[in-house]
């Protein structure tokens, strides 16, 4: 079982829709959850973190976290072509060591 | 610096040459990461220091592959007799020493190509 887990997508959404990106973890003493966005030629970067169970909303970007189930979302509201990107879960496990899920495509359609 | 900085930006060497990578993290960020991104490829994990000492190498494909930081600060990667399959692009990340802020932030990457 691979420490972050994420469906590779492509995750394709019509533009002004809702996408829903999710992750899941096997490391149960996880304390740190994130989210980052990468284009295509650039570098990851950091756009929203979590720490506690529920919900945490960033203008269009929602995090949702629940240990329980070990599951980490994240929500884009209105979604632009400009969000197309690969989204990466990261996890930072008992260790104190950030691990990187391989990451969603997604594409927002016109 | 303000962020993490790595150089060269690109690099083009000959099969079978080594090849020194280097990363210069955010200052006082006391966890760094190394990884490598094929193209249209997710993130490979290679290394991950705290401090001075590498917890992690497990990441690291081979043994001509090899990492070092000193003062908890600048690191580098070598890569010893390079081979067409090494080339990537190769990332560094830090981490601030901070329970509760243990985000990465990234370098831009140093573009290799093994010709």
């Known amino acids: 079982q691979k420490e972050v887990e994420q ?6 959404v019509p ?3 809702i996408a829903s990106l999710n992750c899941t973890y096997s490391d149960r003493g996880s304390q740190s959850f994130f989210w980052y966005r ?7 970067e950091l756009i929203m973190f979590i720490y506690s169970n529920g919900d945490k909303e960033d203008g269009r970007f929602t995090a949702q976290l629940n240990k329980a189930s070990q599951y980490v979302s994240l929500l884009i509201r209105d979604s632009q072509p400009s969000d197309s990107a690969t989204y990466l879960c990261a996890v930072t496990g008992t260790a104190s060591k950030l691990t990187f899920g391989t990451g969603t ?6 | 610096g303000a962020g993490v900085s790595q150089s060269p930006s690109n690099k083009v060497t000959e099969k079978g040459k080594d ?3 280097r990363c210069d993290p955010i200052s006082g960020h006391t966890a760094l990461y190394w990884y490598r ?3 249209g490829q997710g993130l490979e994990f290679l290394i991950y220091f705290q401090g001075n000492s590498a917890p992690d190498k497990s990441g690291l494909p081979s043994d001509r592959f090899s990492a070092e930081r000193t003062g908890g600060s600048v690191s580098t990667l070598t890569i010893q007799r390079t081979q067409q399959e090494d080339s990537a692009v190769y990332l560094c990340a830090s981490s601030s020493p901070l329970r509760d802020r243990t985000e990465a932030f990234f370098g831009q990457g140093t573009r290799l190509t093994v010709v």
């Open chain 1, 7 to 12: 469906n590779s997508g492509p995750l394709s």
């Open chain 1, 15 to 17: 533009e002004g829709a």
């Open chain 1, 38 to 44: 990468q284009y295509s030629g650039k570098s990851p």
């Open chain 1, 105 to 110: 495509r997604l594409q927002v359609t016109l």
């Open chain 2, 19 to 21: 090849v020194e990578l």
């Open chain 2, 37 to 39: 991104q094929s193209l």
